[in-house]
Nanobody, 129 residues
Framework: QLQLVESGGGLVQPGGSLRLSCAAS????????IGWFRQAPGKEREGVSC????????YYTGSVKGRFTISRDSVKNTVYLQMKSLKPEDAAVYYC??????????????????????WGKGTLVTVSA
């Protein structure tokens, strides 16, 4: 059974860094789009960043470009989201999601993730002084 488990969330001060991990089991990261999505209280879920596991191409939403980096480790079957220069508006529950990749990453990542098939339970990121 395909499972995604997120970890790495926590409390960080503005300007700080965190690295989120998404460990996949039940499938190999062959030809998937893996994405990070986030949802803050009272707001719609939004795509943050996605990666193609086959060629490593990436997509970032505008507000995180230059601050967040997505990467994957095919041996560990894990996708990471390195977050730097965190801002209070980055605070949210961060979810990892996956789908067999059949379309450009922007299709999967530029909205709330309706095109994704598999979801983790999320990890909470709090950015506060």
């Amino acid at each position: 059974q395909l499972q995604l488990v997120e970890s790495g969330g926590g409390l960080v001060q503005p300007g700080g860094s965190l690295r989120l991990s998404c460990a996949a089991s039940g499938f190999s990261l062959g030809y998937y789009a893996i994405g990070w999505f986030r949802q803050a209280p009272g707001k719609e879920r939004e795509g943050v960043s996605c990666i193609s596991t086959s060629d490593g191409s990436t997509y970032y939403t505008g507000s995180v470009k230059g601050r967040f980096t997505i990467s994957r480790d095919s041996v560990k079957n894990t996708v990471y989201l390195q977050m730097k220069s965190l801002k209070p508006e980055d605070a949210a529950v961060y979810y990892c999601a996956a789908v067999p990749k059949r379309a450009p990453l922007s299709y999967y990542c530029s909205g709330p993730g309706d095109g994704m098939d598999y979801w983790g339970k999320g990890t909470l990121v709090t950015v506060s002084a």
